[in-house]
């Protein structure tokens, strides 16, 4: 897949951590912080991004440099996603299950601020395993990638338009289903 410019996007971040860390000198501790920001156009484009500074504003910039550079697409389905998918990424697994119109997005941590993100307003989510924002970001992406939108699956196997329709306009006789067995 290829790189998305972020040009022509209208994208919004959202900061999911930010860490203090400390690095041991002989003079005693240095002290810098890390942040973990997600962005996305809200019409199934997302990235993330990681930063480090000594300034918690200059570490959240670099971070949003670093998620511009890492954007992915994945297909929407009506403000959900179009099927069931499992991310993983090291010992997390996320779970996110399509919902329908209305229910909302029940989704905890950084899984949720990728969905808010990303323009996906009805969909059920899990995060299973560790805790780590990280990785928790990192399995998101992982499902999200993994999704397939339909026409794609019916062009991979070899089935046209005019194949789906004559499908659809099938009766039960023409499938041979008795009328009593429904």
């Known amino acids: 897949m290829g790189r998305i410019d972020p040009e022509g996007l209208n994208l919004k971040d959202k900061v999911v951590f930010i860490n203090r860390v400390a690095k041991v000198v002989k003079g005693g501790r240095r002290f810098s912080f890390s942040a973990l920001v997600v962005i996305g156009d809200s019409e199934g484009t997302v990235g993330m991004g990681k930063g480090k500074a000594s300034e918690v504003p200059e570490a959240i910039r670099k971070a949003i440099e670093s998620a511009k550079k890492s954007l992915v697409k994945f297909p929407l389905k009506e403000g ?18 399509p919902a329908k119109k209305g229910t909302g997005l029940i989704a905890g941590g950084p899984v949720r601020a990728i ?3 990303s323009g996906i307003h009805d ?15 990192r399995a998101t992406l992982d499902g999200l990638m993994k999704l397939k939108d339909f026409d794609s699956v019916m062009r991979v196997r070899g089935r046209g338009e005019e194949e789906l329709s004559s499908d659809k306009e099938k009766t039960d006789e023409d499938r041979g289903v008795k009328a009593g067995s429904r």
């Open 80 to 97: 959900s996603i179009p099927h069931r998918v499992v991310g993983t990424y090291g010992s997390i697994n996320v779970v996110m299950n």
């Open 115 to 117: 969905l808010e993100v």
């Open 123 to 137: 969909i059920v989510a899990k995060s299973l395993g560790s805790h780590n924002p990280y990785n928790t970001v």
